[in-house]
């Protein structure tokens, strides 16, 4: 193919990645007459719910929250199965949309992009795809995912295994048949937990390597009836105006009151609610105001997840594996969401390895090796989880002014402002990046609220005559110190966690997500915007 660009790629923007953000962000471009071109490396569409297509693979947020609000009209005609949707079905949700408002024609699949240089003379970025496509573009946006890359395995001689091995992140189209094999399962992240109880079905054996054990609550997922869809419908507007005024996003029914002002007996009562009859789920974070402030209300909580796994778990050596120490405050990491995570363990083929005690040295051509013997397998599956935040961004070789790199400029830590551009990076901007509430919040939402900000300002650059706006480095700077100030109030900077970047060795330990919730963080961006892009310079 020629390096040269065609007439046809000089666009108003390129979008890369084609997941929930990047289709909006299309769509929205559309809207005000850009001219767009959306470059996605996977065959198609959908971003972290096309690649994780493992068994068991569903989204830890509602269904009728984990959707677009865009589109009443969409909304209203969409019906969701379950409570808590499976991958195909939001893989079939994003195409339907990708349908129903013509996307398709400015989206390119199986196009992986390379680099993404500033032309400082021209004002433009030149977009390079893997296969040596050119693009020109006066804007760049980085639609590239949160959970996007996925984290390789590290111990040697997985080559010589002469069984089969897969990726959570990287699932075989086809599908994959556990039937009567010895499966190994290393890791107890979200993909993990999820996968854990439908391989346990059929397996012959089922052996879970555990380095560091996670809370888990249970998901209470269910079918969504005709009755509940429409009486939803009905109310889709309110439901839409509550999870603006929470802090994740979505609405969940908080606590105003701390663990510590109530009785043991109305803790452990209000706990049980969560867990069972509020309907499970993320509504265990929500018990009390400060679960993740306060050490004694965080304790807590954990303490009444312990006693629910020593509840569940029959064999009280597993249960105390299974059991999170007391060095990881609860839902610190992310909490995982699950079906049967805790009951798998009581089955006769189900067996937990603790790698953190005898951990894994080498895959042989039979298994696994850890320290003190091997475990024979047919399969090995891989949920080791992603270079989280910032993996994405990092593996496209991105320069701005200057040639200069954002690989090294983020080698100490990513640094944005408002999670959404880079100083000295112009006209680029990062859709729900390190910086924002992101990853702690409904990530739809979050896209919206980021993609509906950033096009409104497009809209007013080019009314006003400008093509440039860069992040100034001293609101940068600012930024990144209060990002920071603020996760030091709360709990979660003392988990090693992959908010932290801590499941990548090597990579810096900053904590990425932006936690003092969505409220506070939109008052922020409109307020910016409503300065005439307060910590933005624009030419």
């Known amino acids: 193919m020629s390096s040269s660009i065609s007439p046809s790629a000089e666009l108003d923007a390129v979008v890369v990645g084609a997941g929930f953000a990047g289709i909006y962000q299309l769509y929205s471009l559309r809207r005000i007459g850009m001219s767009v071109r959306v470059l996605e490396a996977g065959a198609g569409i959908g971003g972290t719910w096309f690649w994780n297509r493992y068994p068991g693979a569903r989204c830890d947020v509602e269904s009728l ?43 390119q699949v199986d196009t992986r992009v390379a680099s993404a240089h500033f032309d400082e003379a021209a004002g433009r970025w030149n977009v390079v795809t893997e296969k040596g496509e050119r693009f020109s573009a006066r804007y760049c ?98 439901r839409r105006a509550r999870a603006l005024e929470t802090a994740t996003g979505h609405f969940l029914i908080a606590n105003d009151k701390s663990a510590m002002e109530v009785s043991e007996e109305e803790r452990r009562t209000e706990f049980e609610f969560r867990w069972r009859g509020a309907g499970g789920g993320f509504r265990m974070l929500r018990a009390f105001n400060d679960l ?51 009951e798998t363990f009581n089955r006769p083929n189900v067996s937990l390895v603790d790698v953190k005690a005898d951990p894994i040295v080498e895959a042989t051509p039979g298994g696994l090796r850890t320290g003190s013997r091997e475990y024979p397998l047919d399969m090995i599956v891989l949920a080791t989880g992603f270079d989280a935040m910032t993996g994405a961004l990092s593996s496209i070789d991105v320069r701005g002014r200057g040639g200069a790199s954002l690989r090294d400029k983020w080698e100490h830590g990513p640094r944005t402002y408002l999670g959404l551009a880079v100083a000295g990076f112009p006209n680029m901007f990062i859709l729900a990046g390190p910086g924002s509430p992101s990853v702690l919040s409904n990530m739809v939402h979050s896209i919206e609220l980021h993609v509906d900000w950033l096009t409104a300002c497009l809209q007013q650059l080019r009314a006003s005559g400008k093509s440039v706006i860069e992040a100034d480095k001293a609101a940068e700077d600012q930024w990144v110190v209060h990002v920071n100030e603020i996760a030091d109030k709360t709990l979660y900077p003392t988990a090693n966690s992959w908010y932290m970047g801590a499941n990548i060795p090597g990579k810096p330990r900053v904590f990425m997500p932006y936690v003092a919730g969505v409220p506070a963080y939109r008052k922020i961006v409109n307020e910016v915007a409503a300065k005439g892009y307060e910590g933005f310079a624009t030419a």
Not at 179 to 201: D, H, N, Y
Not at 293 to 310: C, H, M, P, T, W
Request: hydrophobic share 35%; glycine share 6%.
């Open 141 to 238: 946006i980085m639609a590239t995912g949160c959970l996007s890359i996925p984290q390789a395995p590290k111990f040697p001689g997985l080559d010589s295994f002469k069984g089969r091995w897969h990726h959570s992140a990287d699932w075989p189209t086809e599908g994959v048949n556990f039937k009567g094999l010895r499966v190994g399962l290393i890791g107890t992240g979200s993909s993990g937990v999820q996968m854990a109880p439908i391989i346990a079905e059929t397996a012959r054996q089922l052996t879970v390597f555990q380095r560091t054990a996670n809370f888990s609550v249970p998901s209470q997922n269910e079918p969504l009836s005709p009755e509940v869809l429409a009486e939803v419908k009905r109310h889709y507007g309110e």
């Open 65 to 107: 929250d984990y959707s677009y609000s865009f589109s009443d009209e969409l909304q209203q005609e969409w019906d969701w199965t379950e409570r808590y949707a499976t991958q195909p079905e939001i893989l079939r949700y994003i195409n339907h949309v990708a349908d129903r408002f013509d996307l398709w024609r400015d989206i």
């Open 292 to 342: 993740l402030l306060n050490k004694q209300s965080n304790e807590a909580a954990a303490d009444f997840v312990r006693g629910k796994i020593r509840s569940i778990v029959h064999d009280p050596a597993t249960a105390a594996l299974l059991c999170p120490k007391s060095d990881l405050p609860f839902g610190t990491k992310r909490l995982c969401v699950d079906t049967d995570y805790y």
